[in-house]
Nanobody, 120 residues
Framework: QVQLVESGGGLVQAGGSLRLSCAAS????????VEWYRQAPEKPRELVAR???????SYADSVKGRFTISRDNAKDTAYLQMNSLEPEDTGVYYC??????????????WGQGTQVTVSS
């Protein structure tokens, strides 16, 4: 069994910064893809950023130039650095991971979510 633990959310004023962390633990052989999603009340869940095993990344247009996704394979941890935050960035942020276990079984996991609130 694998667990994802998210941290780093909080309340900031517009223009501020936060860094979210997503730490995976368990019988992990390799993490293939890490994604960050966000969801505002009564809104659909939105893909914010994605990072592949080779290090390539992709971002939603709304966060390009402001957010950076990264990963530390030695720590089985991924990050989302969020700069120049706007009230529209408010929501619950979820980490989603596609990985391979020690038994070479592909599995996916979701983090518990962390609240990000940006005030004006």
């Amino acid at each position: 069994q694998v667990q994802l633990v998210e941290s780093g959310g909080g309340l900031v004023q517009a223009g501020g910064s936060l860094r979210l962390s997503c730490a995976a633990s368990g019988n992990i052989l390799n993490i293939n893809v890490v994604e960050w999603y966000r969801q505002a009340p009564e809104k659909p869940r939105e893909l914010v950023a994605r990072i592949y095993s080779e290090g390539s990344t992709s971002y939603a247009d709304s966060v390009k130039g402001r957010f950076t996704i990264s990963r530390d394979n030695a720590k089985d941890t991924a990050y989302l650095q969020m700069n120049s935050l706007e009230p529209e960035d408010t929501g619950v942020y979820y980490c989603h991971v596609d990985l391979i276990t020690w038994s070479r079984r592909p599995e996916e996991y979701w983090g518990q979510g962390t609240q990000v609130t940006v005030s004006s």
